[in-house]
């Protein structure tokens, strides 16, 4: 999973002004912060020199675990949304994705990170018709005011920083917003699935349709010591090396997400809950489907259903 061109080559132009040195030693302040503050309603990102550095740092994982939710989204919704209203946009990560995967004619952020906000319009005049006149606001998520309505709203990595109550107003406000599709997306973790199996007991008490990951609308039946989460693989380019440290030439990202609609839509079959289990001549899949978790073991015997099975891999829909 890359970022576009573009939006790479604007990151670099703009990361010229400082020293790999300068930005190495805000992106292990950056993490120090996250992992000590977070949650305590800190603002942590707030300088230009610290958005830059979260942008290299995270920007191309947001990017693609937002382009990997939305694309199994797309797939089952057979809706293809044209407004976008994107919940704590950052410097615009899930605003690129949405682009990527979709004609949009209007785009719409809302970020209360000055410094975060100014490079994403900036970053954004180098993009699409819709991205390069994208609308800006000042705000936050937690505030009582409405949220401009759109066919798509996207909030990405917003919602674990809130309290409980925070988040059950956030995720109104989100659903109100809403004329098309909700898509949520939180870090692959039990914390981040936690906080997901909560927004989704609350959605569906508000009448909304679940598209994906599940292929149903029943409680989740994985065990208690256990979460839903999916992988993307993203690359990393030289500069986010030199930022971030390490060789490797990708960085797996794991998220965990939730699409819902104001109506109905098809969803999977099943979903492909572990990476597949190859052996010789036969396959095993860990399944979520609607009558629960299954354990599928596919051989060549199988044909089509082989070959589907040798395809999938974790997150993916299978349909035999």
């Not at 740092?57 to 675990?65: H, V, Y």
């Not at 259903?305 to 891999?313: G, L, Q, T, Y």
Request: aromatic share 6%; charged share 25%; proline share 4%.
């Amino acid at each position: 999973m890359d970022l576009p061109v573009s939006l790479r080559l604007a990151i670099e132009e703009k990361a010229a002004d400082y020293s790999t040195a300068e930005l190495a030693k805000e992106a292990a302040a950056i993490s120090r912060r996250y992992r000590d503050e977070v949650g305590a309603g800190k603002r942590l990102v707030t300088t230009d020199l610290s958005a830059l550095t979260y942008a290299i740092m995270r920007m191309p994982a947001t990017f693609g675990a937002v382009s990997s939710a939305l694309g199994y989204t797309l797939a089952l919704s057979g809706f293809e949304p044209s407004t976008l209203l994107d919940v704590g946009a950052g410097t615009g990560a899930a605003a690129f994705a949405a682009d990527e995967a979709l004609f949009l004619e209007e785009v719409t952020c809302l970020e209360r990170e000055k410094a975060m906000a100014k490079l994403g319009q900036e970053w954004m005049k180098s993009g699409s018709d819709a991205l390069e006149n994208a609308r800006w606001i000042d705000g936050d998520i937690t505030a009582d005011a409405a949220l401009p309505k759109a066919q798509l709203v996207t909030a990405s990595y917003v919602l674990g920083e809130l309290s409980d109550t925070a988040r059950q107003q956030a995720v109104a406000r989100l659903w109100n917003a809403c004329e098309g599709i909700l898509l949520i997306v939180e870090p692959g973790t039990p914390a981040g699935y936690t906080q997901l199996q909560k927004v989704r007991r609350q959605l569906l008490d508000l009448g909304a349709h679940l598209i994906a990951p599940c292929p149903h609308e029943k409680d989740c039946p994985l065990p208690a010591d256990d979460w839903c989460h999916f992988t993307c693989r993203v690359s990393r380019t030289r500069l986010h090396k030199q930022v971030k440290g390490g060789d490797a030439p990708y960085e797996d990202e794991k998220y965990c997400y939730l699409a819902v609609s104001r109506i109905p839509t098809e969803q999977a079959a099943a979903r492909v809950l572990r990476h597949p289990r190859i052996e010789s001549g036969n396959i095993t899949l860990q399944l979520c489907t609607e009558d629960g978790l299954v354990t599928r073991k596919v051989t060549k015997k199988e044909g089509a259903a082989f070959k589907a099975a040798r395809k999938a891999d974790s997150g993916d829909v299978y349909p035999y």
